[in-house]
Nanobody
Framework: QVQLVESGGGLVQAGGSLRLSCAASGRTFSIYAMGWFRQAPGKERNFVAGITWRGSSTDYADSVKGRFTISRDNAKNTVYLQMNSLKPEDTAVYSC??????????????????WGQGTQVTVSS
């Protein structure tokens, strides 16, 4: 089973950009579908973006479509979340998650097997 470590969070002004990275240990990263979720203070954790194990399909929450892009580099065992045009409401702890195989993008927390510890993203107005 892989282990996940996120990085790239921080403080940014509204309208700015950040790129989150999720590095996975283990030699079988390429067979894992990946996802990004976020949790704001006092709120539930919600799906942000997901990508299939081959990288052939992606999906996004409506709130981030057109602003965020998920991608993966299986040679580097890393999945990325490029976040542009950030808004204060994007402020949250962002976590990546992994699940082995299967088809399609996974959008529900219970579908994922492994989680990272999360990285804080704060967008100031």
């Amino acid at each position: 089973q892989v282990q996940l470590v996120e990085s790239g969070g921080g403080l940014v002004q509204a309208g700015g950009s950040l790129r989150l990275s999720c590095a996975a240990s283990g030699r079988t990263f390429s067979i894992y579908a990946m996802g990004w979720f976020r949790q704001a203070p006092g709120k539930e954790r919600n799906f942000v973006a997901g990508i299939t194990w081959r990288g052939s399909s992606t999906d996004y929450a409506d709130s981030v479509k057109g602003r965020f892009t998920i991608s993966r580099d299986n040679a580097k065992n890393t999945v990325y979340l490029q976040m542009n045009s950030l808004k204060p409401e994007d402020t949250a702890v962002y976590s990546c998650a992994a699940v082995r195989g299967g088809a399609g993008v996974r959008k529900r927390e219970y579908e994922y097997e492994v989680w990272g510890q999360g990285t804080q993203v704060t967008v100031s107005s």
